[in-house]
Nanobody, 123 residues
Framework: QIQLLESGGGLVQPGGSLRLSCAAS????????MGWYRQAPGKQRELVAT???????NYADSLKGRFTISRGNVKNTVYLQMHILEPEDTAVYYC?????????????????WGQGTQVTVSS
């Protein structure tokens, strides 16, 4: 069973920076896509950023330029560097991974989620 473990959340003042980490365990395969989503109180979970195994990235438009996603040298690790944090960035941040298999021409997708890490931006 693949498990995702996030770390790095916490309390930060407006304008500050944080780096979130996520490491997957329980698989020898490279996860095809890893990424971050967030959910603020009373709101739906939303995309923050994703990165494929080949390094292609995708960001929520509103976060481009402040957030950077990257994959670690250790297989199946992903980071989210967040700069110039704002109170509106306060949310639980979830690590997500997607594994795609193709067997006999049939494509299957497997989604995995971490437990989430709280990020609070407040003075």
């Amino acid at each position: 069973q693949i498990q995702l473990l996030e770390s790095g959340g916490g309390l930060v003042q407006p304008g500050g920076s944080l780096r979130l980490s996520c490491a997957a365990s329980g698989t020898i395969f490279s996860l095809d896509v890893m990424g971050w989503y967030r959910q603020a109180p009373g709101k739906q979970r939303e995309l923050v950023a994703t990165i494929t195994s080949s390094g292609n990235t995708n960001y929520a438009d509103s976060l481009k330029g402040r957030f950077t996603i990257s994959r670690g040298n250790v297989k199946n690790t992903v980071y989210l560097q967040m700069h110039i944090l704002e109170p509106e960035d306060t949310a639980v941040y979830y690590c997500h991974a997607l594994r795609v298999t193709i067997n006999g021409g049939i494509r299957n997708e497997y989604d995995y989620w971490g437990q989430g890490t709280q990020v609070t931006v407040s003075s």
